[in-house]
Nanobody, 115 residues
């Protein structure tokens, strides 16, 4: 059974930085595509970033140049480095893992950008 556990969320001032982590278990991690979504109340979950098994990355336009996704296959962990944070980045952030045409989700971690 695949389990994903996010950490690293919190309260940060505008312009600040946070790094989210997502630790995976129960799957051949190095072969999986991974990524992050975020969601605010009343809105659909929004794609943020992804990284493939071949280390190809992609981002939604609003975070390009500010967020960086990376992975450590030895530690079965995917990261989201978030810089120059804005109030509109406030959301619950969810990591995912794609395996055998199924997407597994973490429980989410809250990121709040506010002064």
């Amino acid at each position: 059974q695949v389990q994903l556990v996010e950490s690293g969320g919190g309260l940060v001032q505008p312009g600040g930085s946070l790094t989210l982590s997502c630790a995976a278990s129960g799957s051949p991690f190095s072969l999986a595509d991974l990524g992050w979504y975020r969601q605010t109340p009343g809105k659909q979950r929004e794609f943020v970033a992804r990284i493939t098994s071949g280390v190809y990355t992609s981002y939604t336009d609003s975070v390009k140049g500010r967020f960086t996704i990376s992975r450590d296959n030895a530690e079965n962990t995917v990261f989201l480095q978030m810089n120059s944070l804005k109030p509109e980045d406030t959301a619950v952030y969810y990591c995912y893992l794609d395996r055998a045409s199924y997407r597994y989700w973490g429980q989410g971690t809250q990121v709040t950008v506010s002064s």
